[in-house]
């Protein structure tokens, strides 16, 4: 899988995608990260890849022909016309179900958006997908991008170790996960639930079941409208709800 990443400050992104897991991911050829400074493709004396917006108004806006020369330069490399996604306030809001989407895209674009965004000729004309991370404003894209490669890339075949570590992790089934403990078993006084340490394997997913609805239950109620919860599910929900009153 391959991202190409159109940005005003490449520098910001080895500093965070080239170490831990997917830093590792890169080294083993699982997946391919280039970083490509929007200046480069201006043709302005100065690379000044914004200017003001018609009919005024503040701040500036970022032109429509490097973004272009952006995407088509690139692409022009590739075996398969890339996805092309721009990170935007605007967008819909990213999760994990969008993560899994992106894993159907061998090539994906990410034009990290800046200012009071960009020319409207490129979200017509170029962009697939606008994605947004909430409802909160940064300053711009970079961030953004990081989250969206992070998220997707570690559900890349091969980069985490385990499948199953994130097949039961939050937001995977619609809920979040159950607490976790380690070592020590004991530590201020605070015990590990005796039923971690038991060794019933039954007992404990039975546990950890009844802990992820409570805990989805608590603290993102939200989720429980959207999660496919199933027969026992719903009654473990139902003597949370009893519980709680």
Not at 8 to 37: C, K, Q, T
Request: overall charge negative; aromatic content about 8%; some cysteine.
């Amino acid at each position: 899988m391959r991202f190409d990443i159109i940005t005003l400050f490449p520098d910001m992104f080895e500093a965070v995608l080239g170490v831990s897991i997917i830093g590792r991911a890169r080294n083993a050829g699982l997946l391919d990260l280039y970083f490509h400074n929007l200046r480069d493709y201006s043709q302005d004396k100065h690379k000044r890849v914004d200017d003001y917006p018609y009919g005024g108004g503040l701040g500036m806006v970022l032109k429509c022909e490097p973004i272009f020369s952006a995407v088509e330069s690139i692409n022009e490399k590739l075996d398969s016309k890339a996805h092309v996604v721009l990170m935007s306030p605007k967008g819909k809001t990213f999760s994990q179900s969008i993560a899994e989407e992106m894993l159907n895209y061998k090539n994906i674009i990410i034009i990290c958006g800046h200012y009071e965004g960009v020319d409207q000729r490129v979200v017509d004309v170029l962009v697939d997908e606008e994605i947004s991370l909430g409802d909160f404003i940064l300053t711009g894209g970079e961030i953004a991008a990081m989250a969206i490669v992070d998220a997707t890339a570690r559900l890349i075949p091969g980069v985490l170790k385990e499948k199953e570590s994130y097949e039961v992790e939050t937001f995977n089934n619609g809920l979040l996960e159950y607490p976790q403990y380690t070592r020590p078993a004991e530590f201020r006084g605070i015990k590990v639930p005796d039923v971690l340490l038991s060794g019933h394997h039954e007992n404990i997913e039975k546990w950890r079941k009844y802990q992820s609805i409570k805990e989805t239950f608590l603290k993102r109620p939200d989720l429980l409208n959207r999660a496919n919860l199933t027969e026992e599910e719903q009654e473990i929900l139902e003597q949370i709800f009893e519980e709680e009153k």
